[in-house]
């Protein structure tokens, strides 16, 4: 007899493995707390912010988006700790204190060491894994915001600036090489940041995917199979048990997905930009053409292993990995 929340092996695996991806999350946002290129694109910003190269709904939108994600992120992890609980110290410890007669004293034991165990790890591990994927949005969205300071000075919406009309090519060329070192610098920093965290978010991409099918083969196995919504007290808690992993992992696919992807359409953005805002200061065609075309080729955007990660290529292999679930699921049912 398998001591409680121990029904399942395949949604057990990556419950035991839960805890090592947060260790590792916690580790490495740790290290990166005061890594050199996170300061200075702080500082970056802070400079941004004074010299008001943004208009001020910039800031104020920040500060706001700032504010309210942090709430979320809390009402979240309360939410995903809480419902941790539920479906697994509490099943474990249930079982220890009114263990059926046929239960030995070795499974009591284990159910009790390991209630206690989960009680103790929950609370540090889970908020951990969570709080990386929000910080991974704040960097990002950091970033975005570094790209965007292109369009702000090129089309003039500082805060008190003048927005100067050149004649010229050759007099708006220095506003021109001056947006191609900014993006430069932009694309330098968000390649920095790729470097860093390629390794974790590979791990966490593995992990949110080995959820994900082992979910999937464990919904379609014959413990969920019941006649219509007539769910008693132990298979409610073992739906709860693969639907708590289902909302971490569809967490996980949000953070380490969308929130690249849109980085990515934001700094893929900057040409089409610059673009405009030199034809709105009077450059040529010809000189626009060219400046923009030239970013083009710097751009890369948020890359994961040389690779760049945008919405066309999330999309591709979201539909790839869920046609094969759907593939599956038909395929078992037959």
């Not at 008001?52 to 800031?59: A, F, Y």
């Not at 079982?95 to 009591?108: E, G, L, N, W």
């Amino acid at each position: 007899m398998q001591a409680p929340p121990y029904k399942t092996f395949a949604v057990d695996i990556v419950t035991a493995y839960l805890h090592i991806v947060a260790l590792h999350t916690w580790i490495r946002w740790r290290q990166y707390m005061w890594d050199p290129n996170l300061v200075e694109l702080l500082q970056l910003m802070g400079e941004a912010m004074r010299k008001r190269q943004w208009p001020k709904e910039v800031g104020k939108s920040l500060v706001h988006h700032i504010r309210w994600f942090s709430r979320a992120l809390l009402v979240l992890q309360v939410v995903v700790v809480i419902w941790g609980y539920q479906v697994l110290p509490m099943p474990a410890m249930e079982f220890a204190m009114d263990a059926p007669s046929d239960a030995s004293a070795r499974s009591t034991t284990f159910a009790f060491a390991h209630s206690v165990m989960m009680f103790l790890a929950i609370p540090g591990h889970v908020p951990s894994l969570l709080a990386g994927y929000g910080f991974f949005l704040f960097v990002c969205r950091i970033h975005s915001l570094d790209s965007k300071r292109i369009e702000s000075i090129i089309e003039g919406k500082g805060q008190g600036s003048k927005l100067r009309q050149f004649h010229t090519d050759a007099e708006i060329m220095p506003l021109a090489n001056e947006c191609g070192d900014l993006i430069d610098g932009a694309q330098r920093r968000l390649t920095a940041t790729c470097s860093k965290f390629g390794f974790l978010t590979m791990h966490q991409l593995a992990y949110t995917f080995s959820q994900l099918s082992l979910i999937v083969m464990d919904f379609t196995g014959d413990i969920y199979h019941t006649d219509g919504m007539d769910l008693d007290d132990e298979r409610f808690r073992k739906l709860g048990y693969s639907c708590w992993h289902l909302a971490i992992a569809v967490v996980g696919l949000a953070g380490l997905l969308i929130i690249p992807a849109a980085t990515t359409a934001t700094f893929d953005r900057c040409f089409h930009s610059v673009y405009l805002g030199l034809r709105k200061r009077g450059a040529s065609e010809r000189l626009s053409v060219q400046m923009a075309s030239d970013m083009s080729f710097q751009i890369e955007g948020f890359t994961l292993m040389t690779a760049q990660v945008s919405f066309k290529s999330v999309g591709l292999f979201l539909s790839i990995v869920f046609t094969c679930f759907s593939v599956y699921i038909e395929l078992d049912n037959r």
